[in-house]
């Protein structure tokens, strides 16, 4: 139980202005003009997401010299932080996440601090393209370390829409992601779905990077290798053991897993590690939606952040 001092206020963050929310040792800063991203997630003034440090304080400049500029090396700008993508992927404009929805300037609709909690809800644009709206929905209840983000996305288009919200964070590494193995699998492997097209090495047992544990499999996220893993769940707990110099961190997320349900990646958690820059990324899925236009969907995930 946290008694300390809370705050919500407005705050420059790595040059953005930014939304702080703070509960004794743990700080999220939200920034909205970035997608509405959580961008930093930090224990005891210890950062555990990765912020990109070429793209700090930069705003979205979708001329096409402007976006080229943002996007360096990689087909799309990656700012760091947690957002809120559209999946499948197959299905992005072009390969690339939807622009107005990842890179737009989200509207702050509602903050609160009271004595039960404190919040942040911010609005996307309607993406020109899909025509989804996405809101986010940033919860963090008074004495505790846990936050909760409630995601939803409307179909304002005209035409039936098939996708699902997908909240992706990119984290700091070294760190050794923990995923509970669920109850259909039949063997120490069973339920992990190696995925050889998103990197470099197909077999991530035998390279190491896949260790089977006790009732879970541990990803081992600690080389600068390309390489992404998905995961059948049951409850949808995932967890990060992060090692900085400055000390040991645990990260955590928890998310409804319905019965039966249809995932539009073929699983609901995910897994990715980097090569080019020193992050992992934490993964998950609502279920596939069929939204007809004005229908909407929603979903939420529960997340904590500690020192070991």
Not at 80 to 89: F, L, M, R, S
Not at 178 to 186: D, G, K, L, T, Y
Not at 258 to 282: D, K, M, Q, R, T
Request: hydrophobic share 40%; aromatic share 8%; with cysteine.
């Amino acid at each position: 139980m946290i008694n300390s001092h809370r705050q919500l206020i407005q705050t420059p963050f790595h040059g953005w202005q930014a939304w702080l929310l703070e509960q004794g040792p743990l700080k999220l800063h939200v920034v909205p003009q970035i997608g509405g991203r959580l961008m930093g997630i930090s224990v005891k003034d210890v950062q555990l997401a990765y912020i990109n440090p070429a793209l700090t304080g930069q705003l979205p400049d979708f001329s096409p010299a402007g976006w080229a500029a943002l996007c360096v090396d990689w087909d799309f700008p990656l700012w760091g932080g947690g957002k809120t993508w559209i999946a499948p992927e197959t299905q992005w404009p072009q390969g690339k996440p939807h622009r107005e929805l990842d890179s737009g300037n989200w509207q702050v609709t509602k903050t609160w601090l009271d004595d039960a909690s404190m919040g942040i809800e911010m609005q996307s644009p309607i993406d020109s393209i899909s025509g989804l709206q996405l809101t986010r929905r940033i919860t963090l209840p008074a004495g505790g370390s846990t936050w909760r983000i409630d995601h939803a996305m409307v179909n304002m288009g005209e035409q039936t829409l098939h996708c699902g919200l997908w909240d992706v964070l990119m984290m700091l590494r070294p760190a050794t992601v923990s995923v509970p193995r669920s109850a259909s699998a039949n063997h120490e492997r069973g339920g992990v779905h190696l995925m050889p097209d998103k990197g470099p090495v197909a077999d991530l047992w035998r390279h190491g990077v896949l260790l089977p544990a006790d009732h879970r499999t541990e990803v081992v996220c600690d080389e600068a290798l390309q390489f992404k893993v998905g995961f059948d769940s049951d409850n949808g707990e995932i967890w990060a053991d992060i090692s900085l110099p400055q000390g040991n961190f645990c990260y955590q997320r928890n998310s409804v897993i319905p019965a039966h349900a249809s995932w539009a990646h073929g699983h609901p958690l995910e897994v990715f590690n980097a090569a080019h820059a020193p992050y992992l990324e934490i993964e998950t899925h609502a279920p596939l939606a069929h939204l007809n236009p004005g229908e909407r969907a929603d979903y939420t995930i529960e997340e904590a952040a500690w020192a070991i």
